[in-house]
């Protein structure tokens, strides 16, 4: 959850800075005439590609900084050497390089991320390691590895990407719309008060919109690496252990950029902003494998 959360939070205040910046210097906002939309789709793309991408390759130091994890450079005791050990494991089961592995004070909870395979970062949280056995936390650590394995802060920062992409097309199109109604006939050389206020409502409107459609993309993909890590540990009894452990637990209290609905979900409005399907779904989605 913490990787999807501290994405999702970073690109949506850099692309909404990058956004104002560069409408302040009038770049994205329409001239005298007809709105150039093909020019306007390759601003919106710029913006919203550059936000995501700039989030991912920061999350790696965003994760560690938010969560005051400390990177394991040299184990210091059997439960470090143990973690390191079985991280390496899965990471060779899954045919990547080995990641940085950390750990971080906190309820459970635990996170996988990095902007490449290659050179990713496990981190797992002390109250993780205290609540559950070794079985379980060998469950979590290969649900982390999977999620590295099958490229998933990638995927999400394509899709965080297109989806911005509509949002700051569609809000400056709505923007220009009210902005011609309201100036009537008269005559000026660009966009008055109501263009930038309609843009700047409509971001954060269909920015929330945008927040849906990625939370339902990362809920699948938390399906896939539960399915990955059963297969990584040969079995999908630990998985199922794991997450009915969690479920009984109260979830990790997260740095205030990082908060979420809840990780075991919800109903109404905040299931649809979950980055994280039901414990109980996901346990019956495991059943389901045999």
Request: aromatic share 8%; proline share 4%.
């Amino acid at each position: 959850m913490k990787r999807i959360i501290l994405f999702l939070a970073t690109n949506l205040a850099v692309m909404l800075v990058l956004s104002i910046v560069l409408s302040l210097f009038g770049i994205g906002r329409p001239g005298p005439g007809n709105m150039q939309m093909g020019s306007l789709l390759a601003f919106a793309a710029v913006v919203g590609f550059t936000g995501s991408i700039i989030s991912l390759l920061m999350s790696k130091p965003m994760a560690k900084w938010s969560t005051g994890a400390r990177v394991i450079d040299a184990p210091s005791n059997s439960t470090e050497q143990w973690l390191v050990s079985t991280v390496q494991t899965l990471a060779q089961r899954a045919g990547i390089g080995m990641p940085e592995v950390a750990v971080y004070e906190g309820e459970p909870n635990a996170f996988a991320t990095g902007a490449f395979k290659n050179s990713a970062l496990v981190a797992v949280s002390t109250g993780l390691l205290q609540n559950m056995n070794r079985d379980e936390v060998e469950a979590v650590l290969g649900h982390e590895v999977a999620h590295i394995a099958n490229g998933d802060m990638v995927t999400m920062t394509l899709i965080q990407g297109v989806v911005n992409t509509f949002v700051v097309f569609f809000a400056r199109i709505v923007g220009s719309i009210v902005d011609k109604a309201l100036s009537g006939n008269e005559e000026r050389r660009g966009p008055g008060i109501g263009y930038t206020i309609t843009v700047f409502v409509c971001e954060l409107l269909f920015g929330l919109v945008a927040s849906m459609i990625v939370a339902w993309f990362s809920r699948q993909r938390e399906f896939r690496a539960d399915a990955g890590s059963a297969k990584l540990l040969g079995s999908t009894v630990p998985m199922q252990h794991a997450l009915a452990r969690l479920g009984g637990m109260e979830p990790g209290a997260l740095p205030q950029n990082m908060a979420a609905s809840g990780i075991s979900g919800g109903g109404g409005w905040s299931a649809l902003f979950s980055t994280h399907p039901p414990f109980e779904e996901r346990i019956a989605a495991l059943q389901a494998l045999r």
